[in-house]
């Protein structure tokens, strides 16, 4: 019964590149969030999905961040032109189809840790 | 608004008590731990509703004062695997459903 995967684990890119951020929620989770996590802090929302929708991306920064979640196939976070300050840590969390409530349990992955030259 | 957490860090011998509290300015619908071991994910350990309900799993339990928009962890007899970092999430009433807020954490090192 594998949990939320996600890879890579560690990616590293310079400045100007771009980051792709993958993934797979539980099997039978429809629904997938994003968070990220800078050092000593909690995590803090991005984004919001369900299988070819975005439900709330009120978290996302207005631009060079996107996210999708396709019919087929994991989850993306794309960061393009990645600068220093998007250094961080980039968890996603699935939950149930009946998912949405707020009684809802999200389940995370290991997350991606992003690093920037 | 972020939730506090108090206290940042505190450090424990196997077998002492620890608490640790959740605070929110805003009314609050539900309150979710988690635990998180350093370059892991964080383990989902417990849901608490509005009603001032308790829930315990194994040695660890938890409250939620609704009236407060408090919440409080307790780890009894702890081990030396309850180490880690501890937040708090919590959902605001009347908002959006699924948005966890998380506090910055708790850091909780059991020695043995």
């Known amino acids: 019964n594998a949990g939320v995967m996600q890879n890579p684990r560690h990616l590293v890119r310079r400045r100007g590149q771009e980051a792709r951020l993958r993934c797979s929620p539980m099997?039978?989770?429809?629904?997938v969030y994003w968070y990220r996590q800078l050092p000593e802090e909690g995590l803090k929302f991005m984004v919001y999905l369900q299988k070819e929708n975005i439900i709330d991306e009120s978290g996302m920064p207005k631009e060079r961040f996107s996210a999708e979640f396709p019919k087929e196939g994991p989850s993306i976070l794309r960061i393009q032109q990645v600068v220093r300050g998007d250094s961080a840590a980039y968890f996603c969390?699935?939950?149930?189809?009946?998912?949405?409530?707020?009684?809802?349990?999200?389940?995370f992955g290991p997350g991606t840790r992003l690093t920037v030259l | 608004q972020q939730p506090v957490q108090s206290p940042q860090a505190v450090i424990l011998r196997e077998g002492e008590d620890a608490v640790i509290n959740c605070s929110s300015s805003?009314?609050?619908?539900?309150v979710h731990w988690y635990r998180q071991k350093h370059g892991e994910a964080p383990i989902f350990l417990m849901i608490l509703l509005k009603g001032g309900e308790q829930k315990g799993h194994d040695k660890i339990s938890a409250s939620f004062n609704e009236k407060k928009q408090q919440s409080s962890l307790y780890l009894t007899a702890s081990q030396l695997s309850y180490s880690g970092t501890y937040f708090c999430?919590?959902?605001?009433?009347?908002?959006?459903?699924?948005?966890?807020?998380f506090g910055k954490g708790t850091l909780l090192t059991v020695n043995p």
């Open positions: 805003k009314a609050l619908y539900s």
């Open positions: 999430g919590t959902i605001a009433s009347g908002g959006s459903n699924y948005k966890l807020t």
């Open positions: 969390a699935s939950s149930p189809l009946s998912g949405g409530t707020s009684t809802d349990t999200q389940y």
């Open positions: 099997k039978g989770h429809s629904h």
